[in-house]
């Protein structure tokens, strides 16, 4: 079945730690690949996204992420994390099929940040 | 505007009755999408609009819910006989032209309550 997994729930890191989010992806093709960021009574907000070409991904606050093809992941990486990031955060594919303009979400990543 | 609107933030209804959700897009964009994001969950996707056309419903749970844009820009979603499975942050998104590699600019949701 066709799917979006981020197999972390929650993640806690320390205020200066390095953070990595996982997303693998289940299609046959390569989607487009997004990671969103929402926080509390916000809406979501696109950290950065992947269509084609070079396979690391800068986007906004710090965020990069890399996509693998051979592990069919697009994981998020920052190299120190801040206390504003505490969040949830969303891995999302799109381009699939006869849904290629709407999004496919995976259950999202809860991040938390102690000082 | 500054970016997508929804209206009402919070909704309370009793089962049974008919709710009727806002969003005002970005200005001048074109395509227009639902989602359902039920708690600890990620958004699925519900419909799509391309200006005044609604291309996709694919994701509407039931034949209860409804939504429209008549002139191309608010949309509005409706749900009648609400029931408790209805209970949900409802989003709102836009973009500009409707590519699946668009950015999709999210509303802060609007949070319904079925009791």
């Known amino acids: 079945a066709q799917s979006v997994t981020q197999p972390d729930i929650h993640i806690t890191v320390s205020e200066g730690a390095s953070l990595e989010l996982r997303c693998n992806y289940s299609y046959g093709a390569t989607p487009y690949l997004f990671w969103y960021v929402q926080s509390p009574g916000q809406g979501l907000q696109l950290l950065l996204k992947y269509f084609s070409g070079d396979t690391l991904v800068q986007g906004i606050k710090g965020f990069e992420a890399e996509f693998k093809r051979s592990q069919s992941s697009f994981n998020l990486r920052k190299p120190s994390v801040h206390w504003s990031d505490a969040a949830e955060y969303f891995c999302?594919?799109?381009?699939?099929?006869?849904?290629?303009?709407?999004?496919?979400f995976g259950t999202g990543t809860r991040l938390t940040v102690i000082p | 505007g500054a970016g997508v609107s929804q209206s009402p933030r919070y909704k309370v209804a009793k089962r049974g009755q008919d709710v009727a959700l806002r969003c005002d897009p970005i200005?001048?964009?074109?395509?227009l999408f639902w989602y359902q994001q039920a708690l600890g969950q990620g958004p699925e996707f519900l419909t799509y609009f391309q200006n005044e056309a609604q291309l996709d419903k694919s994701g509407l749970p039931s034949d209860r819910f409804f939504a429209e844009r008549p002139e191309g820009s608010v949309s509005t979603l409706k749900i009648q006989r609400t029931q408790q499975e209805d209970s949900a942050v409802y989003l709102c998104a836009s973009s500009l032209a409707g590519a699946g590699t668009d950015t999709q600019y999210f509303g802060p949701g609007t949070r319904l309550t079925v009791l």
């Open positions: 200005s001048g964009h074109v395509s």
């Open positions: 999302a594919v799109g381009g699939i099929g006869t849904g290629a303009n709407n999004l496919f």
